[in-house]
């Protein structure tokens, strides 16, 4: 019994040291404190990003984002000024929004804002 518990033990803890924290991209940079609750940040697609002049127009289809799940009928639009643009760590794009799609924090790949 105590062999079985050990390994389980072993198993949840290699788990854990593979996946990112909920404050981390998937490269396992942190996101700051301020953008993020645990789940207001993630990765989204360079589709999802179009640049204008007054700064960046992003697109989430429902389900593209955490914090934009399917039960959401229509896509959130966000207009994000450059000012507002932080730059990518990891050379992604990610965004962090609230649970009503309010803008948090926007980070662009270097060289593209």
């Given at each position: 019994?105590?062999?079985?518990?050990?390994?389980?033990?072993?198993?949840?803890?290699?788990?854990?040291?593979?996946?990112?924290?909920?404050?981390?991209?998937?490269?396992?940079w942190?996101?700051?404190?301020?953008?993020?609750?645990?789940?207001?940040?993630?990765?989204?697609?360079p589709e999802?990003?179009?640049?204008n002049?007054?700064?960046?127009?992003?697109?989430?289809?429902?389900?593209?984002?955490?914090?934009?799940?399917?039960?959401?009928?229509?896509?959130?639009?966000l207009?994000?000024?450059?000012?507002?643009?932080?730059?990518?760590?990891?050379?992604?794009?990610?965004?962090?929004?609230?649970?009503?799609?309010?803008?948090l924090?926007?980070?662009?790949?270097?060289?593209?804002?």
């Amino acid at each position: 019994m105590r062999l079985i518990a050990s390994i389980a033990m072993a198993a949840l803890l290699a788990v854990g040291a593979t996946s990112a924290r909920s404050h981390q991209a998937a490269s396992r940079w942190e996101y700051p404190p301020l953008c993020c609750s645990g789940i207001d940040c993630a990765q989204i697609e360079p589709e999802a990003v179009r640049e204008n002049p007054a700064g960046f127009i992003v697109t989430i289809a429902p389900g593209e984002h955490p914090m934009w799940p399917t039960t959401r009928r229509t896509p959130l639009i966000l207009e994000i000024p450059h000012e507002k643009v932080q730059q990518s760590p990891d050379g992604h794009w990610h965004l962090c929004i609230n649970a009503v799609g309010g803008f948090l924090c926007f980070f662009a790949p270097a060289g593209d804002s």
